[in-house]
């Protein structure tokens, strides 16, 4: 599940996920809670993402609040050009611990890399937050594609470990009804 503050970059970071795209001028903001499938093969195991996106303004965090409890994983995005939105994510932490069960996987995603001439936030500021709370972290860029597709089979690999049952045919196979080098894991998770 996607969350953050709104015009961070969520939704696009799921359309360039699904469907290899930017929304360049043509964006609506989430309403509410939307979502995508895509189906992703890591480590010789297919795992099912069901990537929901969530409205990233106050009047919908009832709505978001709700389905926490059902995620396997969060992406906590914020957009490395806007201070605030980096501000706010210790609220939305707070959010999680409240309403996520405690299993759940936290990623924390600097997203908007391709905007560094006007960068709010430092690389080290996320990574050191991450580190903090114990999630993981990267940077990613929607317009670009940058480590877009790393962050997601990064958290599919991460489920795949802690969801290890086989199907049929002997491989993983995940379905996940809500949910590089770059990478920067806290020092409880490895990296494979």
């Keep these: 599940m996607l969350i953050g503050d709104s015009c961070c970059g969520k939704t696009c970071l799921l359309i360039r996920f699904k469907d290899g795209a930017f929304l360049n001028n043509n964006f609506i903001s989430t309403v509410g809670i939307d979502y ?44 490395i050009s806007n201070r605030t939105s980096f501000d706010n994510i210790r609220n939305w932490l707070a959010q999680i611990k409240e309403y996520a069960k405690e299993t759940v996987l936290v990623t924390l995603i600097g997203n908007k890399m391709d905007l560094h001439h006007n960068r ?6 996320g990574k050191k937050l991450a ?33 290890s049952g086989a199907g049929d ?20 998770c490895t990296q494979s």
């Design 36 to 79: 995508r499938n895509k189906l992703v093969e890591v480590d010789n195991a297919k795992v099912k993402l069901q990537i929901w996106d969530t409205a990233g303004q106050e009047r919908f965090r009832s709505v978001t609040n709700a389905y926490y409890r059902d995620a396997d994983a969060l992406l906590l995005v914020y957009d």
């Design 120 to 125: 709010k936030v430092t690389h080290e500021e």
């Design 131 to 163: 580190e903090a709370y114990n999630i993981a972290f990267i940077e990613t860029s929607a317009k670009t594609g940058q480590n877009v597709n790393e962050a997601f089979r990064e958290i599919a690999r991460r489920l795949i470990r802690v969801y």
């Design 169 to 188: 045919d002997g491989k993983a196979v995940i379905d996940l009804a809500t949910s590089s080098s770059s990478w920067n894991l806290a020092p409880c």
